[in-house]
Each structure stands twice: as C-alpha cells, then as structure tokens.
C-alpha cells in the first residue's frame, strides 16, 4: 500500500513526522491538517530521491498528486508513475495546451470556442483527417482535451485489480474528479462538463432535476455552450441530419446536420469502423461541444471520438484492440499511450508495461514502407529510462525488460 511522509508542522509542533497510508483511519484527517498547513507530503515509493506531492481538493475530496515532471521518477508500481511523455501525445502539449501548476490547478488551452459565435460552415474536427497538429502544442482539440482528461482520470491505467470494478459509475466520477483540478477558459472545466448519470428507473426524478441545473449555462443563454462526454448508444437518422444517442440519456440526443453529418461520417470513419467492428466487446465515448437550439435540444458544435475496449482503456486500431484486451487478459500493470493531438502518421508507443524491471513500452509492428515514419518510429524506441519491445499480433508479451533498447 502507498505510503506518504507528512512533516510534523501539519501535524503539530510536538508530534514528530510520520508515515500515513490511504488504509489508516486518520489518513483523511492527516490529509486534511497538511492541506491546511500548505505541506507537501513526501511520496515513500522510493527512498534514494526525493519525491514532494501536492494536495489538491477536487470534486469535493481531497486528493494526492505528484509534481509536474516528476511521473517517470517515481517507482513504476507507484500510483503516481507516469510514461515518458516522449512516449505518446502527452509531451507535445506538456507545458504549453496542457499546464500544470504547483497549487493543484492544470490549465488547458482550447482550440475551440466554449461561446456560440458566427456560424461557420463546419467544425475544425471534422474538416481534416489531421484536425490537431496546426497547434504545434499551443491549444487542444476536442480529442485532445478528451485524452488529456481520459489520462489524468487515471482511466489509461490498469492492474489486474481494476477487473469487473470499472463502470460509467466509476467513470464519470473519475472524470468529473480530474476537471475539477482544471481550468479552461477561465473557468472551472467541471462547471462546462456535462457527463451522464448511471441511469436509474427508482432516481429518475432526482436525475432528471440534476441534469436540468447541469445544463443550466446553456438553457440561460442561447450563445453559451458546454462539453457533453458520454457512450454512444447509437446513431440514427433525424428530420435533418442525424441524431447522437447516448446512453443513459434515452430522452436528450445530440444533432448533426446535414453537411456535418456527411463531414462525420468521412472524418470518423476509422473509430466508426472499430465500433462496429467489436460489437458489444467495445464502446464509442464522444466527446462534444454543443449549445442548445430554439426547440432546447442539443446541436453538436465541435465534435470527437473514441473507441474503447469493455474496460474502458482506449484503441485506436484492429491490432491495439488485440494489444489492449491481451494485456488485460494475462493481468499485466500497465498504462495506455494517448496520441492526444499528434496526427497518425507520427508513431507513439501502444502500452508502457509497469511490472517489468524496468518499464517496457511495448510498439505494434507496423510496416510502412515510410523512410520518414520509420525513422520517426525509430527514434520513439530510444526514449531512455525504459526497454521498448515491438509487439506483433498472435505473439506474447514480453515478460522481462529486453536489454540495450533505452533502458
């Protein structure tokens, strides 16, 4: 179990300083005094370097985060462990969309309006099979907040305990947990999000009351908008255009018009496919802007998507659905990669694997052809601090960290 050294000012000028873990029964209190006395509890998961958290109070809890930068330095069973950001799509945006502050804050800087403004003939998200990389990093795309958020729910991690505990309970609370601790906009990015409630026949007047006061920005004011994320239930024709089901939401449907709707379908071909494809192994999160029309229901502004396995870990191809469920199924720790707004061509590693000595970003084998993509993926594989392993399917995983491949 983790534990954390808590110096003795939050505790008092006569107790001495001590090791608290989540399992005692005066952690929250413990937590609650060093919060208080602006302390920074030490991480314990190594003992050779020096490892401060901060506190943060988030969707009304108190919880423990480590410093930016510091996630690979901790030990790789440490809840707070990170991947290299070289790794993935988290380090293009690291320190400039994406700003974490010592206070608990992380502040996003959206490429996208949160204010309905003059029309435009369609959203960026669907105008280009490439919608991110314009940026170079300044600004997230709806997909890019959507896996920033997804990774620092922690909803990218996974240990064999997580098995048959994770659900749209577990997380929507998860998300809503880590939007509290961000700003966008200037404004709390909790108070801009609306996610679903787990449906409940015997609740449905008291949901249907708190999603009325959730929406409450857009129903005052035609030109405001907000962030719906849910499961996508289906997709079926409307009057005009088509129309967005989610699940948990069998009343409330996101529109698509015309025009958008055939930008849709052309730009999400790939995650529609995947959906289609795993059948009820798989589900689709979207993740969209949208304000409220004349008639108070939903019209769809910015939009993306994402393909997810049962266990709710993110895919992005037929060979990392493969990847993803293996991994699970042989109860391997690991972290998923976020591509967040890196284009596809440019290569990330699929999983970094936490239980070998060291970490193992595992590669999917993919045989392009491509000088370019090639070499890019090549210099991918020499991110130091960790092994790398190319990864085929139908072949096993690997066990032991493989030497004189960055580790």
């Known amino acids: 179990m983790a534990t954390y050294q808590i110096e003795d000012k939050a505790l008092g000028p006569t107790e001495p300083a001590r090791f608290v873990s ?10 609650e005094r060093a919060y208080a006395a602006k302390v920074r ?98 600004k997230l795309s709806m997909r890019g907040l959507l896996h ?37 906009k200037r404004d709390n990015l909790a108070h801009r999000l609306f996610i679903p409630e787990r449906w409940s026949d015997r609740e449905k007047d008291a949901i249907a009351r708190r999603q009325h006061e959730t929406l409450g920005p857009v129903r005052m004011s035609r030109d405001a908008m907000m962030i719906v994320i849910g499961e996508v239930k289906e997709i079926k024709p409307g009057m005009r255009g088509e129309r967005i089901v989610l699940r948990h939401l069998g009343n409330w449907s996101l529109s698509l018009d015309p025009e958008m709707t055939t930008r849709f379908y052309k730009r999400f071909e790939v995650e529609l496919a995947l959906w289609d494809a795993h059948g009820d192994k798989g589900r689709l999160i979207i993740a969209a802007s949208f304000a409220l029309n004349k008639a108070g229901y939903a019209d769809i ?11 709710w870990l993110p895919y992005e191809s037929a060979a990392e659905f493969g990847l993803v469920n293996q ?55 020499t991110v130091p601090g960790v092994a790398h392993a190319e990864w085929v399917p139908g072949t096993s995983l690997p066990s032991t960290a493989i030497s004189g491949h960055g580790a």
């Open 41 to 138: 509890p030490l991480c314990q998961c190594r003992t050779d370097v020096a490892l401060p958290l901060y506190i943060a109070r988030r969707n009304g809890s108190l919880v423990l985060a480590r410093m930016p930068g510091t996630g690979a330095l901790h030990d790789p069973e440490c809840d707070h462990f990170d991947a290299p950001r070289e790794l993935n799509g988290l380090g293009a945006v690291e320190g400039r969309a994406v700003k974490e502050g010592e206070d608990g804050i992380t502040e996003l800087s959206l490429g996208f309006p949160l204010k309905r403004g003059p029309a435009r003939a369609a959203p960026e998200a669907l105008t280009s099979d490439k919608p991110s990389l314009k940026s170079n990093g300044q």
């Open 148 to 184: 920033v958020l997804w990774d620092q729910a922690q909803l990218t991690r996974w240990h064999p305990r997580m098995a048959g505990k994770r659900d749209w309970f577990v997380v929507r609370r998860e998300l809503l947990k880590a939007a509290d601790g961000c700003v966008a």
């Open 22 to 31: 989540p399992g005692d029964t005066s952690y929250d209190a413990d937590l």
């Open 327 to 381: 991994a699970v199924h042989e109860q391997r720790h690991f972290v998923k990669g976020m591509r967040v707004d890196l284009s596809r061509d440019v290569p990330i590693a699929s999983l970094l694997l936490k239980d070998t000595l060291p970490p193992c970003a595992v590669h999917v084998h993919c045989a392009t052809g491509e000088e370019d993509y090639d070499a890019a993926r090549a210099l991918v594989m």
């Open 301 to 311: 502004c910015e939009v993306a998507l994402m393909p997810v396995t049962e266990t």
